[in-house]
């Protein structure tokens, strides 16, 4: 009997165990999923730090500030800490921000931030990942060169330190207002002591942003003494004000004791950021604010609930929201002020300004989602654009910090505009939106940075001119003439979508012909998208494998796809359906590389030679929806999916952009695409979860069923859309809002009457 009850005892013990496992995988939010750290490594370019959703305080550890992929001021890679910075970008290609560096410390004074490879030189600090925690809205580590536990935590515009040290003896923090990532120019730092409690200042930045003001003001539980530092020499007084202001604070101190400080930043002013502090303060309860914190990322991370999946799918999925929801940032002072693009100050009371506008990466999957999920922040962030294009004369196409970069190509505001538009989103000034559409698409808008009337005057609009003039960019004339020409084309057609459905026949005719321009860039002999010389000679050589001048982040064969808005035109211009299929299959079978041949810095992610590490390829998958074959559609998603999104640091196979990379995968995990916003359809693709919960702005749920679901059952077999059969591999932006119920029957066969 002894023998017998002891593994009947063992097998209820692991059944217990097993229930309790399941229970506590049942009750995980959300927000349990998220994992900061994924895209921190590799070419991501995410942050771990603390914020809240499109906070205007991005509060993380600075890891480096150099680099490409520096452009966080944090990689995965390394092994020291300069400091921990209040703004940062999320994803991009360029680095900027990284304003306003904290760093406690214990032991002498250290002016400087020291080597990376010697950390002993400087006051940065040696951590390890074991010590290091990050989750929505919260961070925390050691410092180990100290033996100081840093926790961080932010309300929307200021950020939350504490500090506990370890050890006894006098405690200091570092302020270095010189820190910057990419290491821009400062010609203003300024640092005010205001009281034994109190520090303010002053930070224009020459970099990115050409133009980038940030004022802070700093409150600390306990009282200091001050050392202010002048271009490497200390000096006595209250304030200092030069291109290289630093502060060190110091606190008399025993082991174990915590140190609290709050920083409030502002675009406007050093009033602003006190202001901004004040209206979010929660006295020095720093486990209020990191409650507050959690409460708002579970509001933002419950408008989708996905069942199924093993735990990695579910964490890629939910930190892909998360890092959807970080940017872009409010820019409105707690007052309603802000700074405008004329960079004057002004105040608007009923509006909530927003910066870090990546709209050549976003417009493809970021907004379209907002759409879905957030259709009053994609309004936000509409009449934030326009706001921008009331003060500075035309919309954005890479706007940081109420400046115009010029970077990309394009001008895909209108691409957020026309895609809003024609999904029923008009909660903004409709007849302005449209005025801003037209002009914008008249203008150049490369290297601008303050396009007023007397400025557009001087303007060269060197590729757009050519354009209008001539319905293509000539590739011996101006860089980037293929990509530059086909972003143009796809924007004059969202023009005439605004156009025609405003009864504006006219400007409807014209920009309905613009948008067929692509046709310009097609060399029939090559069967490629190529650069055409001023004198309709073809340029050369051409290799399509090769990036060249003509290209912008990919070559002939990622730009070759580039036509979502024609894409029956295209086939017939291309010799047919068998003939374009024949093209397109081709993509993703011939080789990434070939031995001894240049590699392109851009090309990640690659599946032949599909790149889904850059936007442009982000569409091409489910054109095969669009030619009778969505299996392959079906195919390709399932092996992006899961093949090139990872529970890892190095978990993208490109930078996040701003949202973009994590929107793709949010789509497609959930079973459908916007394959050309502006067009309010929806392609469906393959499902990897069991069953999602699109939970609505409008009150409804919009749920997706997803029968036989496993790995090796990727693609459709049968589809209902309510109750009825759905023969198409499409449904419209309407069938979300009203509500209802997408079920979708998967099998491990190609099912090759289905969505033909």
Known sequence: MYKLSLPIGCILALSICSCLQKADVNTKTPSDYVNPFIGTGGHGHTFPG???PYGMVQLSPDTRSEGWDGCSGYHYSDSSIIGFSHTHLSGTGIGDYGDILFMPFQGAVKWNAGDEKNPDTGYRSRFAHEKEKAVPGYYAVTLTDYDIDV?????????????????????????????????????????????????????????WASNHH??????????????????????????????????????????GEELLAKVGISAVDIEGARNNLEAEDAGWNFDRVTAEAKDKWAEQLNKIRVEGGDTDRKTIFYTALYHCSVSPNVFSDADGRYRGMDQKIHTDKGFTNYTVFSLWDTFRAFHPLLTVIDPERDTDFIRALLTKYDEGGILPKWELAANYTGSMIGYHAVSVITDAYMKGIRNYDVEKAYRACIATSLYDTAGILYPSEAVREKLTPIARKYYNERGYIPADLAAKAVSEGLEYAYCDWCISVLANERGDKDTYEVYRKRALNYKNCFDPATGFMRGMNADGTWETPFNPRASGRSYVEGNAWQWNWYVPQDIPGYVALTGGRDAFIRKLDSLFTIPSYIEGERRMADATGLIGQYAHGNEPSHHTTHIYNYLGEPWKTQQLADSILYAL????????????????????????????????????????????????????????????????????????????????????????????????????????????????
């Open 50 to 52: 603390a914020t809240v």
């Open 151 to 207: 926790e961080l935590t932010a309300s929307t515009r200021a950020g939350f330190h504490r500090y506990a040290f370890n050890r006894a003896g006098r405690h200091g923090v570092m302020i270095d207002l010189t820190h910057t990532i990419h290491g821009h120019p400062n010609p203003l730092n300024e640092i005010r002591i205001l009281s034994d409690t109190e520090i303010a200042g002053i930070k224009i930045t020459r970099g």
């Open 214 to 255: 940030v004022y802070f003001y700093a409150r600390f539980n306990k009282p200091f003494s001050c050392k202010l530092m002048d271009t490497g020499e200390e000096v006595a007084g209250k304030e200092v004000s030069s291109q290289q202001a630093k502060a060190v604070l110091l606190f008399d101190g025993h082991a």
């Open 645 to 756: 999104y990872a529970n890892d640091p190095d978990g993208l196979s490109g930078n996040e952009d701003c949202g973009q990379m994590s929107a793709w995968y949010i789509l497609n995990a959930m079973g459908f695409y916007s394959f050309c916003p502006g067009n309010p359809d929806y392609s469906i693709g393959r499902p990897i979860f069991d069953k999602v919960t699109l939970n609505l702005s409008n009150g409804k749920k919009f749920r997706i069923a997803v029968e036989n679901n496993a790995r090796k059952n990727k693609y459709i077999q049968s589809a209902w859309l309510n109750g009825k059969l759905l023969d198409k591999p499409r449904f419209t932006h309407a069938d979300i809002v009203k509500g209802g119920k997408l079920t979708l029957k998967m099998g491990p066969e190609i099912n090759t009457g289905w969505g033909r």
